[in-house]
């Protein structure tokens, strides 16, 4: 296994092609999913220097986890992974290592917002201890970042939830 460490700065830079190539992985779904053009545009390295935590796994990075705080809490913000590098358990250990770094950091819960449907998204974070939040639950601002996912055209594309675990 990559080792999963915090993000140099040096590194930010990478992140951005690193999150449009794990974006590829839309393209291989049966029934096809959308179109990637139709996707927002990846972050930038100054709004990845805007997180509050970014995790990778490997030098250089293959994959990400970038943290950020939602309404008190811990919230996944992104979690990217090569295509060269998918199914090999990277995503769920920097999913892991987030968690645990969440919960040494002092948070109680992460949550995150996600494609309910497709499978390496909502069942995967399923998997890892997440639950799906009913939309009327969701704290103002997870629901304002629900909201500005539904303005970026998100929704159109795929039923799209909250979701949360607790730490411990």
């Known amino acids: 296994m990559l080792e ?6 040096s590194e930010f830079s990478l992140l951005p092609a690193l999150e449009a190539d794990a974006d590829l992985a839309f393209d291989t779904l049966d029934p ?3 179109h990637r053009g139709e996707f927002p545009p990846p972050g930038t390295a100054e709004s990845y220097a805007d997180a509050f935590h970014i995790m990778v796994a ?7 986890a970038r943290l950020d705080i939602v309404d008190g809490q811990a919230h996944l913000g992104q979690l990217a992974v090569s295509p060269e590098h998918a199914r090999q358990g990277i995503g769920r250990a920097l999913v892991m ?25 909502g069942p995967f974070y399923a998997g890892c201890g997440f639950v799906e939040l ?12 629900r909201r500005e996912e539904s303005a970026l055209g998100l929704d159109a594309m795929g039923r799209r939830v909250a979701m949360s675990a607790g730490l411990r």
Do not use: Y
């Not at 999963?4 to 700065?9: F, K, Y």
């Not at 490997?58 to 990400?64: A, K, L, N, Q």
């Not at 009913?134 to 970042?145: D, I, M, V």
């Open 97 to 121: 290592a987030a968690k645990a770094w969440a919960l040494e950091a002092g948070f109680h819960t992460m949550t995150l917002c996600t494609f309910a449907d497709v499978p390496f998204n």
């Open 58 to 64: 490997g030098r250089p990075p293959v994959g990400f």
């Open 134 to 145: 009913p939309e009327e639950s969701l704290a103002p601002e997870l629901r304002r970042l």
């Open 32 to 34: 096809p999913f959308g």
């Open 4 to 9: 999963i460490r915090p993000a140099a700065l």
